[in-house]
């Protein structure tokens, strides 16, 4: 019985291991590993502006490009996931037929980057440190918002063409490498008034770039005005999704404003530093834990899902945790050292950073909640989870920016972080615990 259980097992392995086999695990990991590239390439070009800029000097761009990098996804409207979902469907119609969804898409995004665009401006004027007064430069957040609203449209309508690899480098890879030549090349010669404009031109050629893709899909409609039922319908479709977006980049933006007004630029430049060095790590997690998500969602339409998708979440979590464990507790115990990467005077952000890493190692920990809710399909839970974290963040900030500044910002978004995972978690268990009880085990 031995030999026969040893002589299935080897079979069993012999198969796992076919050329086709770690064929098709590469072409599953490569997608994470061009984002991870991606996320790298920005990371260095962080490190650019921050070295040749100084702290205070780089501050007015780490503050307005953290506001543009999440106000990105409530530009969009939840358009890019549309595409991502309608777009395979459309395919046998013929590339005309998606050029004209993508087209359509992209103006609608225009429009809300228009308004939401304008909405910064004003604030831009308003925050414009003494003598104020109106600056060429206020124009460029509805620019930027249309481009980097555009690039996440194109990227995952090419997803949504079977081509991965292509939508993460016209999505993502690609403009955040032109903007890291560009700063290397020109960045000694720019205020952060300029370094911003680099950044806007880059996402903005980014997006047109996608017109020339290897793809006959794009080659139709950049831009396609949409009939009255269509943009109803559009919108309607896109609330939700937006919501989640909206509420989540609050829960951000609104404490990085108080601290802003409350606190010195330099000061403001190390806390949304350490934040971009945080969203490498969550940016990766995401990646590797996307690679789950087929599975999460084939899970959940089984019978009796709950143990099938708590594997699937185990190893999401197992996996997450042995790729970024080692940097990430790097990143704690020698705080210091990784922000003097950009600059000496950013060592006053040391302790900021190793806050920021613990609360990324406890998510890491409790798995990817929101691609457990998306996949088993409760995104209107996880729409009323976002308002309540901004809500809660909003207030902790308040009481705790003004005694103890960027730390204060960091322990309230942490706190409603994690208190949001919890529930959430907490949430789908009991939902799919639920399911089974109610469900007949099969005869």
Known sequence: MKTVTSSLTR??????????????IFRTLLPSGVRMLGAGVQFLSTVIVARTLGDEESSLFFFWSAILMTSGPIATYGLEQIALRNVPRLHESGPVEVGKL?????FVSLLVSFVLGLIWVGYAVISEPPPGGFRIWHLLPPIALAAIAATLINGEALKGLSRPVMGIIYGHLLPVSIFCLSVFLFAGRFSS???????????????????????????????????????RSLFREGFPVTCVSLFGALGFIAPLTLLE???PAAEVSYITTAFRISILFLVLASAIHSVFAPSLSKCAELPRPFGP????????????????????????????????????????????????????LISLSLGPMPHLLLMTGHTGFLAKLSIGKFVITTLLALILIPRTGGLGMIVAMGIAFIVEELIGLTYAIVKLRKHEILTPPAS
């Open 309 to 360: 998708v708590f594997r699937v979440y185990l190893k999401a979590i197992f996996f997450a945790l042995a790729t970024l464990c080692i940097p990430l507790f790097v990143g704690i115990l020698f705080p210091e050292m990784v922000m003097s990467v950009f600059g000496e005077s950013f060592r006053n952000g040391a302790s900021a950073l190793r806050l920021l890493l613990i609360v990324q």
């Open 102 to 106: 993508v087209g359509n898409l992209r």
């Open 193 to 231: 008034p300029g370094i911003l404009t680099l950044y806007t031109g880059s996402y903005a050629i980014g997006a047109l770039a996608a017109r020339f893709a290897p793809v006959a899909d794009f080659r139709y409609h950049f831009l396609t005005i949409p009939d009255r039922e269509t943009l």
């Open 261 to 263: 007004y409350t606190r």
């Open 11 to 24: 079979a069993n392995l012999s198969l796992r291991l076919t050329p086709e086999t770690l064929l098709r």
